[in-house]
T-cell receptor, first 113, second 114 residues
Framework: LAKTTQPISMDSYEGQEVNITCSHNNIATNDYITWYQQFPSQGPRFIIQGYKTKVTNEVASLFIPADRKSSTLSLPRVSLSDTAVYYCLVGDPFYNQGGKLIFGQGTELSVKP | DAGVTQSPTHLIKTRGQQVTLRCSPKSGHDTVSWYQQALGQGPQFIFQYYEEEERQRGNFPDRFSGHQFPNYSSELNVNALLLGDSALYLC?????????????FGEGSRLTVL
């Protein structure tokens, strides 16, 4: 399974755009990139998933370059409630319904007023 | 529509004891996965249940076992508890034909082993 590397922590201010980059040099052809958000003492929550180019939903955007060796999660205009740990995961989501997710250390995002 | 529910939310055990954690998946979901999350770490996959059978397993010893019932609910059992088993245990469910990689997690059961 592809290993991911992401910053341990990031700081931002309310209203700013936050970009969290994840490296996954050994990504396989069948692998997708998935991001989860986790608040303290809660389970992770699915944010977005993509395979290549750009994916956007009501919460975030995911940018994936052509070589797919990295990806960037973009959170527009963050608020204090976006303070959380963000996990980048790489794997084949269609294998056994993707139940086996490999989480790394995650990026602890702190949004300040 | 209730999401994934887990019980108990908190519990304290002593070394050598056994514990059973319970999970009810989100309505319409048939696959349940269990994760262990130590403090400051990302969740680690324990195993996955589908059609009442263990389908995948992570790198956890046989002290960790599980069960899935006909109504898709699930239990996680841990025998001979060690101090290192102290963690947040998360249950996640997914629907048939759902977006692979999108799991719905409960809020977890916080286990403390003394």
């Amino acid at each position: 399974l592809a290993k991911t590397t992401q910053p341990i922590s990031m700081d931002s201010y309310e209203g700013q755009e936050v970009n969290i980059t994840c490296s996954h040099n050994n990504i396989a052809t069948n692998d997708y990139i998935t991001w989860y958000q986790q608040f303290p003492s809660q389970g992770p929550r699915f944010i977005i998933q993509g395979y290549k180019t750009k994916v956007t939903n009501e919460v975030a955007s995911l940018f994936i370059p052509a070589d797919r060796k990295s990806s960037t999660l973009s959170l527009p205009r963050v608020s204090l409630s976006d303070t959380a740990v963000y996990y980048c995961l790489v794997g084949d989501p269609f294998y056994n319904q993707g139940g086996k997710l490999i989480f790394g250390q995650g990026t602890e995002l702190s949004v300040k007023p | 529509d209730a999401g994934v529910t887990q019980s108990p939310t908190h519990l304290i055990k002593t070394r050598g004891q056994q514990v059973t954690l319970r999970c009810s998946p989100k309505s319409g979901h048939d696959t349940v996965s269990w994760y262990q999350q130590a403090l400051g770490q990302g969740p680690q996959f324990i195993f996955q249940y589908y059609e009442e059978e263990e389908r995948q397993r992570g790198n956890f010893p046989d002290r960790f076992s599980g069960h899935q019932f006909p109504n898709y609910s699930s239990e996680l059992n841990v025998n001979a508890l060690l101090l290192g088993d102290s963690a947040l245990y998360l249950c996640a469910s997914s629907p048939p034909g759902g977006i692979g990689g999108e799991l719905f997690f409960g809020e977890g059961s916080r286990l403390t082993v003394l």
